[in-house]
């Protein structure tokens, strides 16, 4: 069972940053596209971030300039670096990672922008 575990969510003021992090086996984290999700109440899952094995990146419109995904290799670890954050951020942000028709989820993590 592959476990892809993410950490680094919380409640963070409008304009504030946060990073998370998603750890990953080694056998997924240098094969697999890796991305970052995002499930706000009652909207559908959307992507955020998408980060592929020989290192090109996309981006939801929404988070242009402001989010930065990156991995490090050695900790075979991925990250969201989320700046200028805004309300209209808040959601359960998961990692994932794909290749194929093979897809494996995180349990997600809270992220709550909020005066």
């Known amino acids: 069972q592959v476990q892809l575990v993410e950490s680094g969510g919380g409640l963070v003021q409008p304009g504030g940053s946060l990073r998370l992090s998603c750890a990953a086996p080694?056998?997924?984290?240098?094969?697999?596209?890796m991305a970052w999700y995002r499930q706000a109440p009652g909207n559908q899952r959307e992507l955020v971030a998408r980060?592929?094995?020989?290192?090109?990146?996309n981006y939801a419109d929404s988070v242009k300039g402001r989010f930065t995904i990156s991995r490090d290799n050695a900790k075979k670890t991925m990250y969201l670096q989320m700046s200028s954050l805004k309300p209209e951020d808040t959601a359960v942000y998961y990692c994932?990672?794909?290749?194929?028709?093979?897809?494996?989820w995180g349990q997600g993590t809270q992220v709550t922008v909020s005066s």
């Open positions: 980060l592929t094995p020989w290192g090109s990146t």
């Open positions: 994932q990672a794909d290749r194929g028709t093979t897809n494996y």
């Open positions: 080694a056998s997924i984290f240098t094969v697999y596209n």
